[in-house]
């Protein structure tokens, strides 16, 4: 089995990238893929580790995009060659990007009679700093009681201090990943959140044409059916199927590394082989 969909504590996960390593091999786990959000930092650190315990270590980083006024998260890998200076350096701008969003973010908090500083998140982070980081300064604060309920009374995406990412269209970030020799796939198509099974459809087919290689089948927020439903887009578009738990350690306890939310998440080295042979 392996989990092709993981966070350490350089982005927005609590495990430190050795721990997770050693957390994947107490699962059982032979290969696993660290896909922190907009840093590659966590790999230099892991490979040593992995190459202790045997386990194998995929380079991969999850892109924030946007299309149709939609965040839509895209998993972009390199099973061969490390990803060239030139996506490193996009990289870079998408960290200017979110840097400037998380300092509108402490704005808008303030302007909302909190008391935040974006010092106070940005020293909770390590190589980037996210909502999750403004989620659990709410808490320490005493402006939640939960990281779900500081996204819903104040981050997340319908709550009134939400400010929004100036983040790359869909289908320039699939053109940039292919471009730069990376493999891009879908994450987790329900958080789409498209309710009419047609335009989900149209969306995910025009990513094809964009460049898109692969789909997340297996994901913690994905049931029986989803599952079903995205193997059988994935065949129809020519999409290779692919999955992973989106591990983000004690932050998200539910969801477990390699198995998901429940057991629901099963990946099969099948699909890793595939995956390697594009
Ligand atoms: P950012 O990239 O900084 O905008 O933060 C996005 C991250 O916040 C996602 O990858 C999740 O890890 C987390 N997140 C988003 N919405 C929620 C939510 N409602 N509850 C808990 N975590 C969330
Ligand atoms: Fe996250
Ligand atoms: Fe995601
Ligand atoms: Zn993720």
Not at 1 to 16: C, P, R, Y
Not at 183 to 202: F, S
Request: proline share 4%.
């Amino acid at each position: 089995m392996v989990d092709l969909h993981t966070h350490t504590f350089e982005s927005d996960g609590t495990d430190s990238p050795s721990a997770l390593i050693e957390k994947a091999a107490a699962a059982g786990l032979s290969t696993i893929a660290i896909t922190d959000h907009d840093t590659l930092r966590a790999h230099a650190q892991a490979t040593i580790r992995a190459s202790e315990l045997g386990i194998g270590l995929v380079t991969g980083v999850e892109i924030s995009t946007r299309a149709r006024n939609r965040s839509v998260h895209l998993l972009a890998y390199w099973f061969k060659e490390p990803p060239p200076q030139a996506f490193l350096l996009w990289l870079d701008e998408m960290l200017e990007y979110r840097r400037e969003r998380n300092r509108r973010l402490a704005e808008r908090l303030r302007s909302l009679g909190l008391n935040i500083e974006l010092s106070e998140a940005e020293a909770l982070g390590r190589t980037i700093t996210g909502r999750v980081h403004f989620a659990k300064l709410l808490i320490a604060k005493g402006y939640a009681t939960s990281i779900s309920q500081a996204f819903d009374k104040y981050i997340g995406e319908d709550a009134p201090g939400f400010v929004l990412m100036e983040d790359p269209q869909t289908p320039v970030a699939v053109r940039k990943v292919r471009e730069c020799g990376g493999i891009p796939i879908l994450a987790h198509p329900i958080r789409l959140g498209m309710r009419d099974q047609a335009v989900e459809e149209t969306f995910i087919r025009e990513q094809t044409e964009a460049g898109l290689l692969g789909l997340e089948v297996m994901h913690s927020d994905h049931d029986q059916s989803a599952r079903a439903r995205y193997l059988t887009l994935a065949a129809r578009y020519n999409l290779s199927p692919s999955g992973g738990s989106d591990y983000h350690g004690d932050i998200k306890p539910n969801i477990h590394l390699g198995r998901g939310n429940g057991g629901n998440v099963q990946v099969p080295q099948d699909w890793l082989d595939k995956l390697m042979s594009l």
